[in-house]
Nanobody, 126 residues
Framework: QLQLAESGGGSVQPGGSLRLSCSASGYFGDKWTIAWFRQAPGKEREGVSCANFRAWIPNYGDSVKGRFTIDTDSGSETVYLQMDSLKPEDTGVYYC???????????????????WGRGTQVTVSS
C-alpha cells in the first residue's frame, strides 16, 4: 500500500512562494502518476497539476499555469509543487495523490487516484 505525506504548507502574502513536498512510503518508480489537488472551503476539489513518472510531461490546471511547477528529485522519492506568484484564491488544503499507471506517458487530473495524503494547508493572505 503506497502511503503519501505532504509537507511545506503555511501562510504567505500575495505574490509570495511556497514549495510543497509529497513523499511516498517507498519510491515512486516509473509506473505511477502523481498529482496535486486542492480544496478551498465550500468549494469542490480542483486538480492543480499531474505528471507521470514514465515520461514526466506535466499537466496544469488553467488557474495555475505559469505560476506552479511540479517536479521530482532524481531518486523519484519526493514530488514537489513549487508555487510562485501566489494569490488569495490559491488558499486551500493541498493534497498529493497517486495512480497506478504502468503504460502511460501522460496524465489527467480527471482520472482515478487511489492513494491520497492527508493534505497540507496553504493560506495566502495579506
Amino acid at each position: 500500500q503506497l502511503q503519501l505525506a505532504e509537507s511545506g504548507g503555511g501562510s504567505v502574502q500575495p505574490g509570495g512562494s511556497l514549495r510543497l513536498s509529497c513523499s511516498a512510503s517507498g519510491y515512486f518508480g516509473d509506473k505511477w502518476t502523481i498529482a496535486w489537488f486542492r480544496q478551498a472551503p465550500g468549494k469542490e476539489r480542483e486538480g492543480v497539476s499531474c505528471a507521470n513518472f514514465r515520461a514526466w510531461i506535466p499537466n496544469y490546471g488553467d488557474s495555475v499555469k505559469g505560476r506552479f511547477t511540479i517536479d521530482t528529485d532524481s531518486g523519484s522519492e519526493t514530488v514537489y509543487l513549487q508555487m510562485d506568484s501566489l494569490k488569495p484564491e490559491d488558499t486551500g488544503v493541498y493534497y498529493c495523490a497517486a495512480a497506478w499507471a504502468p503504460y502511460s506517458n501522460t496524465c489527467t487530473m480527471d482520472g482515478r487516484y487511489d492513494h491520497w495524503g492527508r493534505g497540507t494547508q496553504v493560506t495566502v493572505s495579506s
